[in-house]
């Protein structure tokens, strides 16, 4: 699986939106990129994923560069409850069975009343 | 609520204690998973089930010892414990032949070993 690069910490004020990169240059064509959050004390919480195309949910956006080598997960509007850590996880799509996702360090994000 | 229940929340044992942690699924998949997180590391994945079979044991001391008996249902086993092995540990679920099936994750068990 290709290998994530993520900012280790981020502030957003509460109702902005926050934006968090996450670089993949390794990419293969056939990954996945998933994005989940761990908020303290709790278990990770599956945000989104997405191939190519740009990506869209209640929780966020995911922005896909075109040559796949670096991804944006959008929060829109910000609240105090999205302070979590975010991990972003390229994930092959040939994978039959079990999808075993291997986790990295993340990235802070701290929401800022 | 996750749909992933892991019990206890919290346990305390000594080095010599036997207990066991337990997970169960209520989002009809069939591969399940056990992972630890340790203090400022990052998640490492120890254990893979799919279709109740074993999949993967990524490198775990035999002190940890994962069953499986049915799809809904994961234990973890543990015995004679190290201080070290003092973590969070994560049961997650999802759905097999759906390559890009999220995990859901239950809200993990806190260990001390002591």
């Known amino acids: 699986d290709a290998k994530t690069t993520q900012p280790p910490s981020m502030d957003c004020a509460e109702g902005r939106a926050a934006n968090l990169p996450c670089n993949h240059s390794t990419i293969s064509g056939n990954e996945y990129v998933y994005w989940y959050r761990q908020i303290h004390s709790q278990g990770p919480q599956y945000i989104i994923h997405g191939l190519k195309n740009n990506e869209t949910n209640e929780m966020a956006s995911l922005i896909i560069t075109e040559d796949r080598k670096s991804s944006t997960l959008i929060l829109p509007h910000a609240t105090l409850r999205d302070t979590a850590v975010y991990y972003c996880?390229?994930?092959?799509?040939?994978?039959?069975?079990?999808?075993?996702?291997?986790f990295g360090t993340g990235t802070r994000l701290t929401v800022i009343p | 609520e996750t749909g992933v229940t892991q019990t206890p929340r919290h346990l305390v044992m000594g080095m010599t204690n036997k207990k066991s942690l337990k997970c169960e699924q209520h989002?009809?998949?069939?591969?399940m998973y056990w992972y630890k997180q340790s203090a400022k590391k990052p998640l490492e994945l120890m254990f893979v089930y799919s279709l109740e079979e074993r999949v993967e044991n990524n490198s775990v001391p035999s002190r940890f010892s994962p069953e499986c008996p049915n799809s809904s249902h994961l234990f973890l086993h543990l015995h004679t414990l190290q201080p070290e092995d003092s973590a969070l540990y994560l049961c997650a679920s999802s759905a097999l032949y759906r390559n890009n099936s999220p995990l859901h994750f239950g809200n993990g068990t806190r260990l001390t070993v002591t």
């Open positions: 996880i390229v994930r092959s799509l040939i994978q039959t069975g079990a999808n075993n996702l291997f």
């Open positions: 989002l009809g998949h069939n591969a």
